[in-house]
């Protein structure tokens, strides 16, 4: 397992998260055999949102591991608030009241990671700022950061507030490259050429932001895995088949190696509840993609190369 260290050699975590939004379909058992599988495997960090399961996987994963002093040290507890029903909110109350809710259900005194899940179009930057230093200064969060924020909405938010945004949790798999595809086609009259993000990957790599990737799987905005999708995606299939073969493991491995050979040194989130698939996806921690085979999964994925 990969291990990146960050905040200034304070905060060390693994490359490979697991994702806790589905947990709440397992028994409180299948949980915790879950949760040490992914420990075993030398995962150390966990991500949570107070919307999953409308709080209660939070919950679950707290029982589930009988958290105590013992278990939390071995932990980077993160979790995301902003989402409501129907609207986005960055307001102090809200953000203050969220991660009080988010401590008691996790049966812990504090969060080592706090991320606004997405962006809140009204949000007053000194505002949030002040809610932010708020939950620092009672010791309740220690470490800040965003999800699928732009560039610009960063730096608004940067700004304002006086500790350094250590992540950006973002949507990118070899499937699904918004992130990749304009820096690969620039000054070109073609659909890839479009910046649809804000160069959000190269501002991240220059301010020092972890990408965290979520649906490393996935085809478009939960379309479904293009794994095992011969219909749509069969030469990338194929190419992820070929290589897992050559440094034998599985297609899960490869697609994870994707991102892990990247030089912004993502971190890669799996969201599956299958031990097995948490496994497969901790195999492509390190896995030492050659440049050659990088861009030919990313043709292969339906790109072009310029």
Known sequence: MKYL??????????????????????????????????????INHFDHADIYGGGECEELFARAIHMNSDIREKMILQSKCGIRPGYYDFSREHILEAVDGILKRLHTEYL???????????????????????????GKVRYFGVSNHNSAQIELLQRAFGQKLLFNQMQISVAHTPLIDSGMAVNMFIDQSIDRTGSTLEYCRLKGITIQSWSPFQKGFFEGPFLGDMEKYPELNRKCEELAEKYNVTPTGIAVAWLTRHPANMQVILGTTKDSRILEGCAGSELPLTREEWYGLYQAAGNMIP
């Open 5 to 42: 260290t960050l905040a200034d050699g304070n905060l060390k975590v693994s490359n490979i998260v697991m994702g806790c939004m589905r947990i709440n379909n397992l028994d409180e058992a299948g949980v915790e055999k879950h949760i040490r599988t992914a420990m075993e495997a030398g």
């Open 112 to 138: 080592d990671i706090l991320l606004l899940h997405r962006p809140d179009a009204l949000m007053d930057p000194e505002e949030t700022a002040e809610a932010l230093q708020t939950l620092f200064d009672a």
